[in-house]
């Protein structure tokens, strides 16, 4: 399985998917990473391991994602044979140039139990709102923020004396267990004729 990959940050998922296939427990090769932001971490864990990087220029939006950079996003994706496109961390919103090029074939995780707390910092909104609970999500991408369905959940009780900081730590061990196990279930599906 070909992947490409999205990311804003320092691309821990993207290091988890490329441990996975370092440890033989992923079939599936890494082979383009994109950003949209020029200074990302993610870029440079590519490169240290000879992936094909490139930034995605959105043209001087912060939130927004063009639909000309999402044209010029699917064309390099289709450029370097990507089959799966995984979202680590990347924090805009995908729309129809990249959903319609990739139909079902676009993940994401998701640092809560989907659909509670979807959007930013979910660790900080479940601590926030007195949550017992919480955790991580893989699931399809669709139109919505956080609103596709749902293929791997994780659960990651909230203690007592969290912090912000150490409940998004333990989502995060178990968000690079899950992300591999997700794509490992996507890709038997596709190979079995599922998309």
């Known amino acids: 399985m070909r992947l490409g990959v999205l990311g804003s940050g320092s691309g821990s998922n993207l290091q988890a998917i490329l441990d996975a296939i370092d440890d033989g427990t992923l079939a599936a090769e890494v082979v383009l990473v994109l950003s949209d932001n020029p200074d990302a971490y993610i870029l440079e864990r590519a490169r240290l391991r000879g992936i094909a990087t490139a930034v995605i220029d959105c043209r001087g939006y912060r939130t927004r994602f063009p639909e000309e950079a999402q044209r010029e996003t699917v064309t390099a994706l289709q450029e370097a044979g990507a089959e799966l496109v995984c979202l680590a961390g990347f924090m805009r919103l995908i729309k129809a140039p990249l959903l319609e090029a990739y139909p079902g074939r676009i993940l994401n995780i998701h640092p809560s139990l989907l659909p509670a707390f979807p959007g930013l910092e979910a660790w ?17 991408v669709d139109g919505g923020m956080d609103t596709g369905p749902a293929i791997v959940q994780a659960r990651v009780p909230v203690k007592a004396d969290d912090s912000a900081e150490s409940l998004h730590a333990r989502i995060q061990v178990e968000e690079h267990r899950l992300y591999p196990e997700a794509i490992r279930r996507v890709a038997a599906g596709m190979a079995a004729g599922g998309g």
Do not use: D, I
């Open 124 to 140: 900080r909104q479940a601590l926030e709102a007195g949550a017992v609970e919480t955790g991580c999500t893989v699931h399809f």
